[in-house]
């Protein structure tokens, strides 16, 4: 098969691992984003692929400034959808989110249903997690990195006692509760990139005083794989009900890190799957005052106990042997 991936330029992860694990059988075609297509890249592609893999097309439904509905997004979604189908024989869409993350309150119930409709435009659906399968199909979410080649990969070990909240910070992962009721020795790491300048000023004034460091701005790699190695344990504060799953869990159990997080949809199918490293708390305030009272001696799963459970849950052959049938239109 020509499986192509949209979008499929950029520095992303996720679409990165998803390439790498079709690409062991099959020939891999990252398509541009749709606006430089349109300056006239199209012709660099050979239609037709035998299928497009779509990720986030929703996003250009709300506007980037209010997180309103945007008919203007819509017909910019239906205008992709068209260009991509003139590509490839087949289309599958990842369902990343119920609604985009920046989806004003008062439109998460429309853009959602109409998100659901939009399901229909496409040959097959997939989901990261079973609590929301329904018609959709489940297909594994990919570790970050190979488990193996994490095993041995112990960077360092500060010897500091810190929980770690990893990735985009942004209003809608919850970090400002967790600032706030953050009061005991353990120490709380927020880093990741931050293009909310009120949001982080927030979260500065209310760390001041408090066992709390902030690194934001972008985290190389090999910082980002020592800061997940050396912590005690992952933090996921949000539980809103626009995320489908959560990449930082992932990419906490491809080290072997523990995760405490914050009840939804997804962790709570996680759980009764027993998922690897997780622990669940009923609030972020629940989260917080656990989080910041743990010890270093205190029992839990180890490292490897993690990356073996990962391995057998989301490997990169558990994955394959999900996604290429649903890829080639033999698992509907």
């Not at 659906?125 to 199909?137: D, E, F, P, Q, Y």
């Not at 985290?219 to 949000?238: D, F, K, W």
Request: hydrophobic fraction near 40%; charged fraction near 20%.
């Amino acid at each position: 098969m020509r499986v192509g991936f949209y979008p499929g330029v950029g520095n992303n992860a996720y679409q990165g691992r998803m390439q790498a694990i079709v690409a062991q059988e099959h020939e891999v075609v990252p398509v541009p984003r749709i606006k430089w297509l349109a300056l006239g890249r199209l012709r660099a592609i050979k239609p037709p692929l035998d299928v497009i893999l779509v990720s986030w097309l929703e996003n250009t439904l709300v506007s980037r400034k209010t997180g309103r509905l945007q008919w203007a997004g819509l017909l910019g979604f239906r205008a992709k959808l068209w260009v991509l189908r003139r590509l490839s024989r087949r289309l599958v869409m990842v369902r990343h989110n119920e609604f985009p993350h920046r989806t004003a309150v008062s439109d998460q119930a429309r853009v959602k249903a109409l998100l659901d409709q939009l399901e229909s435009r496409f040959d097959a659906v997939i989901t990261h997690s079973g609590h929301n399968a329904g018609s959709r199909l489940y297909v594994p979410h990919p570790l970050y990195e190979p488990v193996e080649s994490q095993a041995s990969n112990q960077v360092f070990k500060t010897g500091e006692l810190y929980c770690l909240a990893f990735g985009r910070i942004s209003p809608y992962k919850n970090l400002l509760a967790l600032v706030e009721h953050w009061d005991g020795p353990c120490k709380l790491v927020i880093a990741g990139p931050c293009n909310e300048p009120v949001y982080l000023k927030a979260l500065r004034q209310a760390a001041e005083g408090r066992s709390v460091d902030i690194k934001a701005g972008f985290v190389p790699e090999q910082e980002a794989v020592s800061l997940m190695l050396g912590a005690r344990c992952a933090l996921l504060a949000h539980s809103g009900e626009e995320m489908v799953v959560s990449g930082s869990y992932f990419y906490a159990i491809s080290q072997g890190t523990p995760v405490m997080a914050v009840k939804s949809g997804f962790l709570n199918w996680l759980a009764s799957q027993d998922g690897p490293g997780l622990t669940l708390f009923g609030s972020a305030v629940a989260l917080a005052r656990a989080g910041s009272s743990l010890e270093a001696d205190e029992n839990t799963e180890t490292s490897h106990q993690i990356r073996r459970k990962a391995s057998w849950l989301f490997g990169d052959d558990v994955v394959r042997d999900h996604l290429l049938p649903v890829l080639s239109g033999k698992r509907r």
